[in-house]
């Protein structure tokens, strides 16, 4: 039995938490392997010096040995530290030496190489944590492991076929000789062996990768909250813990915008019908969320709500272009090349209506202006600060009416409907409202379909 455990930025934050979590790992029964984030706040610093380039190299890295150096000398003695800061000192070198390099910059790969630096140092802290507990373990970087990543700077998606194959020869042999590997989250190497990073919070899909290449039979997810709730609890602090849901619906949430999960999490372990947990590191006792195949025994109207800000809705104008498919055909056509992601789309008579990230807005724009004069566009129009809220449940639309209540508490919100996505997946609704109303639409829905003050 192989488990896979994740620990986020906080779950290695701190001293107590670095210990906290390095008890967990050798605490369970089986082969174990861990895949880490960074330190929290270390991933921004290092995207911050990307990009405000202000402060000098020297400074920037004398705050993430600080940093590092606090926790391993509370934690760690002797040999073990000896070992520990020689190995990181080569790390924070290596570092030094790519940020003077004005020459690396010019590499597309640069940002993600310097961004997924922090995930090398906590690893190193880690293994060397548990070893001061008396169990054998090896950090092992991205490459080392064997996870392959294909896509464009930023955009990273894992190659499983090979991944399972780096995974099943550099990994599972020390598994099974009881060594416990602590993996790099948030990265894997391209075909031409740069650092290619999944997307902010990539090291949930790490994991899940990890998990699936490995064939292993669990994938822990170890965060600061008790288990997937029934919303964000920053936005809705009554917010209760989920115990059981089914991939569908958390794999909706997280698309849509439920930050405990990255977006991609479920398909590599939905895949292989691997179960997945999220948990508490901060409440070790707390038996967290359930994430399985099964349908879910409590047959709830609404399981959670989340919300995705920072989207832009642009609408193309053209009289009768409901019966011109060809050109509904091109409008995505565009899409598609300029490479964003589609959130929802919507038709009429005379309008194609779609839902983008707000970042993508002028890449798309180019792209829909190269539409041929065959096309006849009469208008496009662009309508930023949109929010979209997901309300999800198994059997949701299902249930007779649902949308109805469901409109109903958006308008006690006082929130007008800009577009609605019904039906696309049968275990969500999403509609789309102005991003000034979306926390107070997601306390609504909460509050009448959920429970609690709201
Ligand atoms: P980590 O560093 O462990 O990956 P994240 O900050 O990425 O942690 O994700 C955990 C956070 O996700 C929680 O602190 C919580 O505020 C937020 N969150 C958003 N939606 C949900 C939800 N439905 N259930 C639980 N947490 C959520
Ligand atoms: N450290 C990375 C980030 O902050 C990856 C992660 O935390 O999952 O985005
Ligand atoms: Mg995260």
Known sequence: MITVLKFGGTSVGSADAFLRSAKIIIGGEGGRVAIVSAMSGVTNH????????????????????KKHMDVANELLSGKILKSFTAEFNNRINALRDLLNDKRSRSDPFFNDDISSRGER?????????????????VAMTSEEAGIYAIGSPGFGTADLE???AGLMMNVKPLVLRGIIPIITGFYGRNDDGKPLTFGRGGSDY??????????????????????????????VPEAIMIDEMNFGEAAELAYFGAKVLHPRTIEPVRMKHIPLKVR???????????????????????????MKSDLSIITVSSSEIAYRPRMVARIIDKIADAGVILYAISTSLSTVAFL???????????????????????????????????????????????????FGAVNEAGANVEMISEGASDVSLNFIVPTDKAVAVVRSLHKKFVGGTG
Do not use: Y
């Open 46 to 65: 290092l995207i911050q010096f990307l990009e405000t380039d202000s402060l000098p190299a020297d400074d920037s890295i004398a705050l993430l040995i």
């Open 121 to 137: 140092l906590s690893t190193l802290l880690l293994a060397h944590v548990i070893m001061s507990l008396g169990r054998e373990s």
């Open 206 to 235: 790490s994991a899940a990768v990890v998990t699936n290449g490995l064939d292993a039979d669990c994938l822990e997810i170890w965060t600061d909250v008790d288990g997937f709730m029934s919303a964000d609890p920053r936005i």
């Open 162 to 164: 090979k991944t399972s």
């Open 280 to 306: 508490n590191s901060f409440k070790p006792e707390s038996p967290g969320t359930l994430i399985h195949n099964l349908r879910a025994p409590k047959n709830d109207m609404l399981r959670s709500v989340s």
């Open 356 to 406: 983008i990230h707000t970042l993508d807005v002028k890449e798309t724009l180019k792209h829909l202006n190269l539409l041929g004069p065959e096309n006849i566009v009469e208008r496009i129009d662009v309508k930023s600060n949109m929010a979209l809220i997901s309300a999800v449940g198994d059997n949701l639309l299902e249930r007779c009416g649902v949308s109805a209540e469901i």
